[in-house]
């Protein structure tokens, strides 16, 4: 069992960065692969990233891809996304999720078993 607690969500301009943070509860954060997914007003939750319990595989979606970064920082127990060059389009719910394979990878929303509250981002144009 593990519990996420999501941060860093806010208001950013268009054009501008945020980074998100999802603190991990448990003494095995290395063994869980983890990741980001997305719900904007009125649609379904988005994959976002992943990456793996190593840290050795990430994941992106195409629409983030190269503007979105996934890391892990295990001394604290801790997922990050950095997002640069955000716009209009990222205005969502942010969750963190985990799932106890640390090699898995899914896309699909009901593939993770363990999910944060969600914090608010929202990208004024």
């Known amino acids: 069992q593990v519990q996420l607690v999501e941060s860093g969500g806010g208001l950013v301009q268009a054009g501008g960065s945020l980074r998100l943070s999802c603190a991990a509860s448990?003494?095995?954060?290395?063994?869980?692969?983890m990741g980001w997914f997305r719900q904007a007003p009125g649609k379904g939750r988005e994959f976002v990233a992943s990456i793996s319990g190593s840290g050795g595989s990430t994941y992106y979606a195409d629409s983030v891809k190269g503007r979105f970064t996934i890391s892990r920082e295990y001394a604290k127990n801790t997922v990050y996304l950095q997002m640069n060059s955000l716009n209009p389009e990222g205005t969502a719910v942010y969750y963190c999720v985990a799932d106890s394979l640390s090699t898995y990878y899914s896309t699909s929303p009901s593939g993770w078993p363990y999910w944060g509250q969600g914090t608010q981002v929202t990208v004024s144009s």
């Open positions: 448990g003494r095995t954060f290395s063994r869980y692969a």
